[in-house]
């Protein structure tokens, strides 16, 4: 038996392989894990050393910068091997998002230099141009991976979101952050504006990476939700810092490892196994439920906070202003969200309409091909049978093969008036049918058909019933068919063996034709697939896989004793 042609297709699990061969260094799953595992008790160990103060003040501030630096340095690394292994846009991206990282090290290294030889780093100074610089970088390679991201969606919706989220988020990192550092009196300009930018970067930084990762979909979204939190803490730990710098004063603390815990946690995200994967090319119009929902907690927080200050009456007019403004983002993008459901629902009405339309241009087509051509056909195999009885020699061999054509165009009119019984039952639950009783009735008909074939029962068909519908007929004759159809022996050989258990029942249908390459068995039954020397065959197995996925079976192939293929179909038994 076979199912398609030998055709010249490439062997794409190979080519995966050699890709996955070459591609730069990343962790499997279970090393992720792992990983992570020693990232988190790294934390809690370099925790405890900044805590108990090992190694006094020297200790400390030696193994801060040290740690901080180095980890900076690894999360840049990883990113450039998450740049060259993914695809554009993506890599432009990622490239982009390792360049910030590199800058942040570069900072950190700056800052342990004027720590350890420089006595003491200024503030603003060379490290925080280093800084500042990589929110830039960070920005941009964001945006890539949000378009890239976004590029089947609506770029307002995007914009909306974002919006929300940005304000929400200016308006908690005021109450906490900003007001506090542009009403210091005792700092110079230079001073203010560079504590200032901070936490202003990092809310633009925050809004997109909450975005991207609320948004993102497919095997991805752990590695992007990971990066994201990473960047999160980059951002909130610089406010911090920013804040600390410019009125109560930095000291080297527990704090510090924050930093370490966004480092580690981005370039744990560069090495997830799914980190490279392109996202997922479809539609995008429509909202996930995580993307509806997720702008509504930055809202939620922002106006937490805003009430806690209004009733602690530190509520000045800047933040009743912000608070007013995370109001109308919130009209607006409901206002786009509900505009968005109605041309939805009205694009949904035109669909179901031309749906109805071609569902009865579909139905006349099927009543034309199952009743004109399949009697118009019948008529002709009549005719010709009529014939054969009255021709010999060559002429008999080549009415022969117009009677087997005529023969399978009727049996593709049977399969397509299946289909149509299937698409017209509303009601698709399974139920009992007898398995011997259906199949014995299936192979008779099949003797008939193909007189010089030799179907062969292998043991006792065991009286069991099934769960499956009134279609199985049609799974075991186009099994049947296909296995006479598609044979080169030169005297055709089917044999038929039945397994039952306790749950389920395996029905094998063996041939002794040319087989199925291994490569091919998982492909056979989509939809279009031809068979080796008959067009349309492959309607028969799409038809064949439909149903017995329907009944909560199974059907797979594997080699036959015979030499060339077996199908074996695998039902439920039956229970009360």
């Known amino acids: 038996m076979s199912a398609e042609p030998h055709t010249d297709v490439s062997d794409s699990s190979t080519s995966e392989l050699d890709l996955e061969s070459s591609a730069p260094f990343r962790l499997e799953p279970h090393q992720f894990r792992r990983a992570w595992i020693a990232a988190g008790l790294f934390v809690l160990g370099s925790i405890g050393w900044m805590h108990f103060s090992i190694g006094g003040p020297e200790g400390i501030l030696l193994f801060s910068n040290i740690v901080l630096t180095s980890s900076a340095t690894a999360a840049a690394v990883a990113l450039g091997l998450l740049a060259r292994r993914s695809?554009?846009?993506?890599?432009?991206?990622?490239?982009?998002?390792?360049?910030?990282?590199?800058?942040?090290?570069?900072?950190?290294?700056?800052?342990m230099c004027y720590e350890l030889w420089l006595g003491g780093v200024p503030y603003p100074g060379v490290p925080d141009l280093f800084y500042l610089g990589d929110y830039l970088f960070l920005t941009g390679g964001l945006l890539v991976i949000a378009a890239s991201q976004h590029r089947l969606g609506s770029a307002l919706r995007i914009a909306l979101d974002g919006l929300l989220v940005a304000v929400a988020l200016f308006t908690i990192s005021w109450q906490f952050v900003l007001e506090s550092i542009l009403a210091t009196s005792d700092a110079n300009t230079a001073t203010i504006l560079v504590s200032a930018a901070y936490p202003s970067l990092g809310i633009v930084i925050g809004a997109i990476a909450f975005i991207v990762a609320a948004y993102e979909r497919g095997p991805r979204r752990v590695p992007i939700t990971l990066f994201a939190a990473?960047?999160?803490?980059?951002?909130?730990?610089?406010?911090?810092?920013?804040y600390l710098s410019v009125t109560g004063g930095y000291v080297y603390s527990e704090?510090?490892?924050i930093w370490l815990a966004g480092n580690l946690m981005v370039g744990l995200a560069a090495l997830h196994p799914s980190a490279a994967t392109p996202p997922l090319d479809i539609d995008r119009r429509r909202y996930a439920f995580r993307e509806a929902i997720a702008p509504y907690v930055p809202f939620l927080l922002a106006m937490a906070v805003t009430g806690y200050a209004a009733s602690t009456g530190t509520l000045d007019r800047v933040g009743l202003a912000l608070g007013a403004l995370v109001l109308l983002a919130l009209v607006a993008r409901q206002s786009y969200v509900f505009f968005d459901a109605a041309a939805l629902s009205r694009r949904l009405e035109r669909n179901k309409a031309t749906l109805s339309r071609r569902n009865e241009e579909l139905l006349l087509l099927n009543r034309i091909v199952r009743h004109d051509i399949r009697n118009d056909m019948a008529v002709a195999l009549g005719w010709g049978e009529e014939l054969n009885n009255r021709v010999d020699g060559d002429e008999r061999e080549m009415l022969e093969r117009m009677l087997d054509t005529t023969r399978h165009t009727i049996e593709l009119t049977q399969t397509l008036q299946a289909f149509t019984e299937l698409w017209d039952d509303d009601d698709r639950g399974t139920e009992s049918v007898p398995l011997a009783a259906t199949l014995m009735e299936t192979l008779r008909r099949r003797r008939e058909a193909y007189p010089d074939a030799d179907f062969v029962v292998d043991g006792a068909i065991p009286p069991v019933a099934v769960r499956a519908g009134p279609?199985?007929?049609?799974?075991?004759?186009?099994?049947l068919n296909n296995a006479v159809q598609h044979t080169d022996a030169a005297e055709p050989r089917v044999e038929i063996s039945v397994r039952a258990e306790a749950e389920r029942v395996n029905v094998r249908i063996a041939d002794n034709?040319?087989?199925?390459?291994?490569?091919?068995?998982?492909?056979?039954?989509?939809?279009?697939?031809?068979?080796?020397?008959?067009e349309g065959s492959g309607v028969g197995l799409y038809l064949v896989d439909t149903l017995v996925s329907q009944y909560d079976g199974d059907v797979w192939i594997e080699s036959s004793e015979l030499g060339g293929a077996a199908f074996v179909v695998e039902l439920q038994r039956y229970r009360e």
Request: hydrophobic content about 45%.
């Open 471 to 479: 279609l199985l007929s049609t799974v075991f004759r186009n099994l």
């Open 513 to 534: 034709g040319p087989g199925i390459p291994p490569d091919r068995r998982d492909t056979v039954f989509g939809r279009g697939e031809k068979g080796l020397e008959s």
């Open 255 to 257: 704090f510090d490892m």
């Open 87 to 111: 695809e554009p846009p993506d890599a432009l991206g990622w490239g982009l998002i390792a360049v910030s990282a590199g800058l942040f090290a570069a900072g950190e290294f700056a800052w």
């Open 230 to 242: 990473g960047t999160v803490v980059w951002a909130l730990s610089d406010s911090v810092f920013a």
